[in-house]
């Protein structure tokens, strides 16, 4: 009995040895590249709050001396650049949008999931064959398509190209496929519709699906350049990164203008991340389990 004890603790301890082991390795693996990501940003929040004088001080103070709010008085200060603005612009493109593909990808995920209609497997097939299109293929036929429906220089124009997202149909497709035929079928035993055994049972099972795809989605349309800079040419209808372009060009070029438009563009992203980083991580880990 005592040996067998012995072997346990023994057995026990080699676990233990081998865990701390990876954990080390795992931080010695990570750790430089953390550095790497972490420096640039650091540097943006340095030059945010560093006086235009010094922006070419070397070496680098990391700390400013002085700390200034100079950059963003002026950035809210001048009547030509709504950055307040262009902020509610983004966080209004971003929110509308996050939702609409929420709303149709889960709809869509289900349907091809749970439901059986005439043509089903081809319509999902050329769905995913669509993923292999570059998207430069599409964009002269969207522009004229949205041209010709007269939402050009409008926010539409951002959110409906956008909302039938084949990356978020087929993740939640995968996701509502797992789940068990029995649930629905006591659900519409005791009475439901399809549409409330949609809504209120195998929805509320898919919500670390759902976000995860909120997150991608809605950094995808926060941070999105190219698109909006195509569509939208009035100056109070602009998102943010079109803004911070305008921070660089014409009268504006001026670095501490510049990283403190950044800054304004990062910090809320980093907060949202500091705030649901469990979810996340959930959402993340249920992403690269669907289907399993």
Same mark, same amino acid.
């Given at each position: 009995?005592?040996?067998?004890?012995? !072997?346990? $603790? /023994?057995?026990?301890?080699?676990? @233990? #040895?081998?865990?701390?082991?990876?954990? +080390? *390795?795992?931080? =010695?693996?990570?750790?430089?590249?953390?550095?790497?990501?972490?420096?640039?940003?650091?540097?943006?929040?340095?030059?945010?709050?560093?006086?235009?004088?010094?922006?070419?001080?070397?070496?680098?103070?990391?700390?400013?001396?002085?700390?200034?709010?100079?950059?963003?008085?002026?950035?809210?200060?001048?009547?030509?650049?709504?950055?307040?603005?262009?902020?509610?612009?983004?966080?209004?493109?971003?929110?509308?949008?996050?939702?609409?593909?929420?709303?149709? !990808?889960? $709809? /869509?995920?289900?349907?091809?999931? @749970? #439901?059986?209609?005439?043509?089903?497997? +081809? *319509?999902?097939? =050329?769905?995913?064959?669509?993923?292999?299109?570059?998207?430069?293929?599409?964009?002269?036929?969207?522009?004229?398509?949205?041209?010709?429906?007269?939402?050009?220089?409008?926010?539409?124009?951002?959110?409906?190209?956008?909302?039938?997202?084949?990356?978020?149909?087929?993740?939640?497709?995968?996701?509502?496929?797992?789940?068990?035929?029995?649930?629905?079928?006591?659900?519409?035993?005791?009475?439901?519709?399809?549409?409330?055994?949609?809504?209120?049972?195998?929805?509320? $099972?898919?919500?670390?699906?759902?976000?995860? #795809?909120?997150?991608?989605?809605?950094?995808? *349309?926060?941070?999105?350049?190219?698109?909006?800079?195509?569509?939208?040419?009035?100056?109070?209808?602009?998102?943010?990164?079109?803004?911070?372009?305008?921070?660089?060009?014409?009268?504006?070029?001026?670095?501490?203008?510049?990283?403190?438009?950044?800054?304004?563009?990062?910090?809320?992203?980093?907060?949202?991340?500091?705030?649901?980083?469990?979810?996340?991580?959930?959402?993340?880990?249920?992403?690269?389990?669907?289907?399993?």
């Amino acid at each position: 009995m005592a040996q067998a004890s012995n !072997s346990f $603790l /023994s057995a026990s301890r080699r676990s @233990r #040895l081998r865990h701390v082991r990876r954990s +080390i *390795l795992m931080w =010695l693996i990570f750790f430089p590249l953390v550095f790497i990501i972490f420096i640039p940003v650091l540097y943006m929040i340095t030059m945010a709050f560093t006086a235009e004088l010094y922006q070419f001080v070397l070496p680098i103070r990391w700390i400013p001396q002085p700390i200034t709010l100079n950059n963003f008085q002026r950035i809210f200060a001048d009547p030509l650049l709504p950055i307040d603005r262009w902020f509610l612009n983004s966080l209004l493109v971003a929110s509308v949008g996050t939702v609409n593909i929420l709303l149709l !990808s889960s $709809l /869509s995920g289900y349907a091809f999931a @749970r #439901l059986e209609f005439p043509g089903k497997n +081809i *319509l999902f097939s =050329l769905l995913i064959f669509s993923l292999m299109i570059p998207s430069a293929i599409t964009l002269i036929p969207s522009f004229l398509l949205l041209r010709t429906l007269d939402l050009l220089d409008s926010y539409h124009a951002i959110w409906w190209p956008a909302a039938a997202s084949v990356t978020g149909i087929f993740l939640l497709r995968q996701h509502f496929y797992s789940i068990p035929s029995e649930l629905e079928d006591a659900a519409q035993i005791d009475g439901a519709g399809r549409f409330r055994t949609f809504w209120q049972v195998c929805l509320p $099972l898919v919500t670390n699906s759902l976000t995860a #795809l909120a997150i991608f989605t809605f950094l995808g *349309l926060w941070n999105d350049l190219f698109w909006p800079l195509i569509v939208l040419t009035r100056q109070f209808k602009l998102t943010l990164p079109i803004g911070l372009l305008v921070l660089q060009q014409g009268s504006y070029i001026q670095r501490g203008l510049a990283y403190a438009g950044a800054f304004i563009a990062t910090m809320p992203v980093l907060i949202f991340y500091a705030i649901f980083q469990r979810r996340i991580i959930a959402g993340i880990t249920m992403a690269g389990m669907a289907g399993q």
